[in-house]
């Protein structure tokens, strides 16, 4: 059976590592992307394979463009060596970091490396992975709840995300020649290791998301999973060109 394949940036932890368990247990063989946690990564990897999956994991700096054509050149020898293909099927841009600051003391430095990393990164790394990005193909963009609300200390952050989500846009009109689709999939507040795991980790905070968003608790890895499952599935085939926030009704 040839089994469609996911290329998941940032895929050694929080909600990149849920997808790539989530794809696998699915069927879908996994190639993850790490910034320095190869032994986090492998261990990704050794779950997946243990479930009966293929699993290939990269080292990668999505700040850093200036690698992305020796990224890509790698990733097409990882392809036929650990898969037996040529490329890939899909593709989720969900490598980042978090930067809390006012708007009045954001520092450029940190205004630069948000930047590289949730913009600049994704756009030239998926210019890079066209070739290796099969016709039919499908994008999803990680952005965030924060680019719809606001919160105070975000500015930055949302900001990027909000040009991401324009982005996306472009990319599901000009990829759609090719059956490409692009979507964007905008989280609200989960409960990971993100922003040191605050949502997770603090009870105030985490009783806050939940009383302002519908469905009365703050999200889990696994509901973020879920809907970029649904995107790449048959239920996503005509869906492109869309924010889809998986927030369950927070600040509606």
């Known amino acids: 059976m040839n089994r469609k394949i996911a290329l998941i940036t940032g895929a050694s932890r929080g909600l990149g590592k849920q997808m790539a368990l989530h794809l696998s ?62 490329g890939l099927d899909f593709l989720i841009n969900n490598a980042g970091i978090g930067v809390r600051a006012a708007f009045a003391e954001t520092r450029e430095a940190q205004f630069d490396l948000l930047m590289n990393v949730q913009l600049k990164g994704p756009f030239f790394l998926t210019q890079a992975l066209l070739p290796l990005l099969a016709d039919q193909g499908r994008i999803v963009n990680v952005s965030s ?29 000009e990829l759609g020649p090719r059956g490409i689709t692009a979507n964007v999939l905008a989280p609200g507040a989960i409960e990971t290791d993100f922003g040191g795991g ?16 519908a469905l009365g608790r703050a999200g889990l890895p696994e509901d973020i999973s879920a809907a970029v499952a649904m995107l790449l599935t048959d239920g996503g085939r005509w869906i492109t060109g869309q924010r889809i926030e998986a927030s369950g009704g927070m600040f509606l």
């Open 25 to 86: 247990a699915q069927g879908i063989d996994i190639i993850g992307t790490y910034h320095s946690r190869a032994d986090e990564a492998q261990r990704v990897a050794e779950t997946i394979e243990q479930g009966g999956g293929r699993a290939l994991m990269l080292a990668l700096d999505v700040g850093d463009s200036s690698t992305f054509a020796a990224f890509a050149a790698q990733l097409s020898q990882g392809l036929k060596q650990t898969f037996g293909r040529e």
């Open 145 to 173: 709840g924060l680019a719809r609300f606001s919160l105070p200390g975000y500015a930055a952050y949302a900001t990027m995300k909000g040009a991401v989500e324009v982005w996306t846009r472009y990319l599901a009109k």
């Open 198 to 213: 605050a949502v997770r980790d603090n009870a105030e905070l985490n009783a806050f998301v939940a009383a302002n968003t």
